[in-house]
């Protein structure tokens, strides 16, 4: 008799475990069924910096408030997202910086053809031919473009009687002259490869813009060529020669491959530093 009542409590405790384990289950495939929906209805957009998430991600997200959208920093480099490609697949969107189409090739058969879209009828037919694939597809469009170059404190050059430069040498000559009167005439941000890239590119137009240096910029955007395309000894030895002008002129040394945006604008800020490299956001930094 006593029996009895211990197997009906032991067959309903293990009743009650059993239903709580199946409702686990069914709480569990329940989130896993949410998440999934959720993962399919959310853009994934990886970001070339983490300046971005300052005024490019909230924008992007206002225009579209009922979207749900991931804002990932991913890299400036397409290599990553070749590796991505092989190792588990692209994001929804990608930006970039750095890539020519030789360097995309890889990724077109998994890229949407924006050529007949009107984000992609916003660009001039001249610039945007430098986008399109052989067959005319467009995998790549440009965001908007932002002015670069030299930042300068007026008020120094004014107090110190040197000319504001007008061409190269009278930049050489006033990076000089506020060397000797013990202040900085030119530095960068040269702790960012990009900056030193764009340094380059700068001195380098002359050569680039050659027969032979069109020649040569052709033959390393050709996403057909299989072959990587390196520096020749035609265009190149030139533009070093100027960069080598350029470090000889503006007094660049080791220090200020370690230099990064906050210590330029510190130093231009605290009347230390009469030029530097920047967009025209440092222009509006300074004048307000």
Same mark, same amino acid.
């Given at each position: ?140 469009? *440009?965001?908007?473009? +932002?002015?670069?170059? &030299? ?5 120094? /050059?004014? !107090?110190? %009687? =040197? *000319?504001?430069?007008? +061409?190269?040498?009278? &930049? ?5 002259? /506020?060397? !000797?009167? %013990? =202040? ?105």
């Amino acid at each position: 008799m006593k029996k009895k009542p211990l197997h009906r409590i032991s067959s309903l405790l293990a009743a009650t475990v059993l239903g709580l384990s199946l409702l686990t289950g069914c709480a569990g495939k329940s989130t896993e069924a949410v998440q999934a929906q959720e993962d399919a209805d959310t853009i994934q957009v990886y970001l070339w910096t983490n300046s971005l998430y300052e005024k490019y991600a909230p924008y992007v997200q206002a225009q579209l408030p009922d979207v749900n959208i991931e804002f990932i920093v991913g890299n400036n480099d397409l290599d990553f997202y070749k590796f991505l490609q092989e190792n588990g697949g692209l994001p929804d969107i990608i930006t970039c910086c750095r890539f020519s189409l030789h360097d995309a090739a890889p990724l077109q058969d998994s890229l949407m053809d924006l050529a007949t879209t009107n984000e992609a009828g916003a660009v001039y037919n001249t610039y945007l031919n430098s986008f399109k694939n052989e067959d005319g597809s467009v995998n790549w469009l *440009p965001v908007c473009a +932002d002015t670069h170059g &030299f930042v300068v404190n007026r008020g120094l /050059f004014e !107090e110190y %009687g =040197i *000319p504001l430069p007008t +061409d190269y040498a009278s &930049f050489a000559a006033a990076c000089k002259a /506020f060397d !000797e009167a %013990g =202040i900085r005439g030119f530095t960068a941000d040269y702790l960012y490869d990009y900056t030193c890239m764009e340094t380059l590119q700068g001195l380098s137009a002359a050569e680039l813009t050659t027969t032979e240096g069109r020649k040569w910029r052709t033959a390393y955007s050709d996403p057909a060529d299989t072959a990587r395309v390196g520096l020749d000894n035609t265009v190149w030895p030139g533009a070093f020669a100027r960069m080598e002008q350029f470090i000889r002129d503006t007094g660049l040394t080791a220090a200020d491959l370690e230099l990064n945006y906050d210590d330029v604008t510190g130093m231009f800020g605290k009347g230390e530093l009469a030029m530097y490299f920047s967009s025209s956001a440092g222009v509006q930094m300074f004048r307000e």
